[in-house]
């Protein structure tokens, strides 16, 4: 199975004034605590993927590939440039460069976020779709309703939800993919086209809360009307994320699979954990990211 990760720049890079000089001292810091925490997560991702499987390829744009690749020299199998595409779009729409990178595949992948690692193979390569989990919140719902005020395009799958009492349900995309790239290509370009038809309307509304809706909500609704099942690595729907998904103490026996979704991005142990687990098992690049960001 091939893996895929992507990284575009534009939303973590640039500064307001959408400057590349000095990009490594002036970049964000990608919602962790630290820049140089944010490289270290993509460097332990990429590392622990490699480990388990042999295609690992980088999806990702110029500056991409200049920090990723020739600063930080991480083994990806193959490196594709094809985000640079994307630069006129707002930095905000982050899922985007994501929603892209799957359009561009030919045969079955599985993409993976750079919070996330893993010690065993994910197990669900051969199934038709595949995503982390389900979710399910009433904040979709309220997602749908705001922005049916000012959105002038929604996909047909989309429409039947936007005035329905019962709760909204979304994948969670830390892992996406599958077999069937031929419907994952479809939904990448009914993502694309449904940002493009409402790009005049992105000064109305929440941007962030729209890669989740683009993202992750049309995918499930897109699959439901096609009656495709999507496989789910966690086999449960959930509204929020407690420890258990950062669960290090497990790690590697009991523990296969770590997200660091969200807010555990700030969480101060979290970054300790994912900085030591870099410096003990890969020293060679924990000691090129502290060269470069230092």
């Known amino acids: 199975m091939k893996i895929v990760q992507s990284f575009w720049s534009k939303p973590t890079v640039y500064?307001?004034?959408?400057?590349e000089k000095g990009f490594f001292q002036r970049g964000k810091s990608g919602g962790w605590l630290e820049k140089k925490n944010y490289y270290i997560s993509w460097a332990l991702s990429c590392l622990q993927l490699k480990k388990f499987?042999?295609?690992v390829e980088l999806v990702t744009d110029r500056i991409g590939k200049e920090i990723l690749i020739d600063q930080l020299q991480l083994p990806y199998s193959n490196v594709v440039l094809e985000l640079d595409c994307l630069n006129d779009y707002h930095a905000d729409l982050w899922a985007l460069g994501k929603v892209h990178s799957y359009g561009l595949q030919k045969e079955p992948f599985i993409h993976v976020d750079s919070d996330i690692f893993i010690w065993g193979k994910f197990g669900i390569e051969n199934s038709e779709l595949i995503s982390q989990?389900?979710?399910k919140g009433n904040f979709y719902n309220e997602i749908l309703n705001q922005f049916n005020g000012h959105f002038k395009y929604f996909p047909e799958c989309l429409r039947g939800q936007i005035e329905n009492t019962e709760t909204v349900h979304s994948i969670n995309a830390g892992i996406f993919g599958g077999t069937n790239?031929?419907?994952?290509n479809k939904?990448?370009?009914?993502a694309r086209y449904f940002v493009d038809q409402n790009i005049d309307s992105l000064g109305k509304i929440e941007i962030g809360k729209?890669?989740?809706l683009f993202e992750q909500i049309l995918f499930y609704y897109m699959a439901n009307q096609k009656n495709i099942e999507i496989s789910k690595l966690i086999d449960d729907t959930f509204s929020h994320y407690g420890q258990w998904i950062v669960d290090f103490d497990g790690v590697p026996h009991k523990t296969k699979f770590i997200h660091a979704i969200g807010s555990h991005?700030?969480?101060?142990?979290?970054?300790?954990r994912v900085v030591s687990l870099l410096e003990?098992?890969?020293p060679e690049y924990y000691k090129r990211i502290n060269e470069v960001f230092n």
């Open 15 to 19: 500064t307001e004034d959408n400057s």
């Open 53 to 55: 499987y042999d295609n």
């Open 133 to 135: 989990n389900f979710e």
């Open 181 to 184: 790239w031929k419907f994952i």
């Open 187 to 190: 939904y990448a370009r009914e």
């Open 210 to 212: 729209f890669n989740v």
């Open 265 to 272: 991005k700030r969480d101060p142990v979290v970054n300790a």
């Open 280 to 282: 003990s098992n890969y």
